[in-house]
């Protein structure tokens, strides 16, 4: 052989196992599925763990469809102004978008076919003094012309000015109230010094009335308010929908060693909440949800605009839409149509359409 070739010949079989070295390096990386930097590197996210990644894509090999974004729960901040024990979006992080980014994945859900927008948090008014909501409640009825816009807020911090500013924008206030008992709030968490958080609701239905808001209630029945008997207060209040709520745990929001709060002593039966919902079955506006019904039938953006998948007892998030879009991101939201259209999620909810007598 020439000395030529016998020099060629390791050279050739040194490029050979590189080739093959780089394919398996290649390979592990696509496996590991490195991590990725949502919304141009303001925070790096972590890549769900394969035992969470097999389950939305297995799915996504059977059925390559997106659902519609027709109700989307944007919880743009986690910071609160109080401690209910069983909150289960928890203030884990201090960040809120900035509100031109936040108007961008509003317009891009909108143009997926988002129907309905329900800001919440945390507490939605802490931002900027309730400016921050106003706003992007202003640009979405405005702008988005979308038919309902609503908020679910603990009600502490709503000022009559907001109103008056903002107010021909919603659609719907939720006030959280889970007792007529200011003691009983004081235990859940809901207690501020000297503020009654039942007074503050009879005011804040007054506004509604006076500037033309659809009010509705939102109660979580826990140990703590599951005998007590609501009937007389919520028929005096007649809100437009009482939704009622089983107390849910979310690993590491309200259980787990990764959690901020302890919800574990707040857990009531499906027994308990069947014999609560029974004692007020003559409260027209009562829309019960179970802990069953609220599994996978919501769709959770939180603040990084990442839709939280919660069919493992956690919130696993997507990856922003603003950085790989509605369609890419939704398929990994664990969002269930189906249960959405059964638990009754899309009902009369633009203020227009509900004819109510202010």
């Known amino acids: 052989m020439p000395l030529s070739a016998l020099v060629r010949l390791p050279l050739a079989l040194a490029r050979a196992m590189l080739a093959i070295l780089r394919g398996r390096l290649g390979a592990l990386c696509w496996s590991l599925s490195p991590l990725s930097l949502s919304l141009h590197g303001w925070r790096r996210v972590s890549a769900p763990s394969p035992a969470v990644r097999a ?7 059977w059925d390559e469809s997106s659902p519609t974004p027709t109700s989307v729960n944007y919880h743009f901040t986690r910071q609160c102004n ?11 992080t201090s960040f809120v978008l900035p509100l031109e980014e ?12 988002m129907e309905k927008i329900n800001f919440s948090g945390g507490e939605p008014f802490l931002q900027d003094r309730g400016e921050f909501v106003g706003q992007l409640v202003q640009f979405c009825k405005q702008e988005l012309k979308l038919p309902s816009v609503s908020i679910v807020s603990n009600g502490s911090l709503i000022r009559e000015r907001w109103f008056k500013k903002y107010g021909e924008y919603l659609d719907i206030l939720a006030i959280s109230c889970d007792s007529f ?5 004081v235990l859940i968490g809901r207690g501020q010094g000297k503020k009654n958080h039942v007074e503050n ?10 500037y033309a808001v659809a009010f509705k209630i939102n109660s979580v029945i826990n140990r703590f308010n599951v005998e007590e008997d609501m009937n007389e207060q919520i028929k005096a209040l007649n809100p437009v929908r009482w939704k009622v709520f089983q107390c849910l745990l979310i690993e590491g929001e309200n259980s787990g060693e990764d959690a901020l709060r302890e919800a574990e002593k707040f857990v009531i039966s499906d027994e308990d909440f069947e014999q609560f919902l029974d004692r007020h079955k003559d409260v027209s506006c009562l829309v019960p949800e179970s802990n069953q019904k609220m599994r996978d039938s919501y769709l959770i953006l939180d603040e990084y605009m990442r839709f939280l998948n919660c069919r493992n007892g956690r919130k696993e998030p ?4 603003l950085d790989v879009g509605v369609e890419a991101a939704i398929k990994f939201s664990g969002f269930d149509e189906h249960m ?6 899309k009902y009369v909810w633009s203020k227009a359409d509900m004819k109510l007598d202010w």
């Not at 997507?318 to 839409?321: G, N, T």
């Open 82 to 92: 109080y401690k209910c024990g069983f909150c289960f979006h928890t203030a884990k």
């Open 102 to 113: 936040a108007k961008r994945g509003l317009e891009m859900l909108k143009e997926a076919g």
């Open 318 to 321: 997507s990856k922003s839409i």
């Open 201 to 210: 609701l009879h005011k804040l239905r007054q506004w509604c009335r006076e």
């Open 55 to 61: 389950g939305p894509r297995r799915e996504q090999e």
């Open 181 to 185: 008992d200011e003691n009983v709030n």
């Open 340 to 345: 959405f259209l059964k638990r009754g999620g």
